[in-house]
């Protein structure tokens, strides 16, 4: 998943440092309740350490309530690689994860390693994919299915 909209930076401002806007906090609210009507829950939630994934986490997980989140300094901007590094890292005990990271990366890992072709991921955008594998180590050399991709323009416009 990609954060929500962010506020346009200010002078000088860190790009770490950037927080959500209104529009943001909505597009959070909305995709939570999206998640939770799929009916898939989640484990764990990995998030970029940056201002606006950890925001767009508050709003997720108010409505999520997932009971295990890692904030990551390494999901902050990471190259499609490093996240699925991170996905292939998790405790077997867990049976599914939220990644809440940036683009480029997080269209990469869709386009780059699971052959499911997006242009880009837009804010707050989501897709859930199934790995028919107990081991997340093996995410890569097993077969997976898309159970569901959005975004919140896509929920509101029908």
């Not at 959070?28 to 829950?41: D, H, Q, V």
């Not at 901007?77 to 599914?96: G, W």
Request: net charge neutral; aromatic share 8%; with cysteine.
């Amino acid at each position: 998943m990609r954060h929500a909209k962010t506020c346009k930076p200010k002078f000088n401002q860190n790009d770490h440092e950037r927080n959500l806007s209104e529009i943001g906090i909505n597009e959070a609210k909305t995709m939570a309740e999206f998640i939770i009507s799929k009916g898939i829950p989640t484990d764990i939630m990995l998030i970029s350490d940056a201002k606006r994934t950890q925001e767009t986490w508050t709003y997720l997980n108010g409505i999520i309530k997932t009971k295990l989140s890692k904030f990551d300094k390494e999901l902050y901007l990471a190259s499609s690689k490093t996240i699925v590094k991170k996905i292939k890292e998790l405790d077997n005990i867990l049976n599914t994860a939220l990644i809440l990271a940036h683009n480029p990366g997080i269209t990469d890992v869709f386009n780059d390693y699971f052959n499911i072709k997006l242009d880009h991921m837009p804010t707050c955008g989501a897709g859930c994919i199934r790995f028919h594998t107990d081991k997340f180590e093996n995410i890569l050399d097993c077969e997976l299915e898309l159970e569901y991709f959005s975004y919140p323009s896509m929920i509101s416009n029908g």
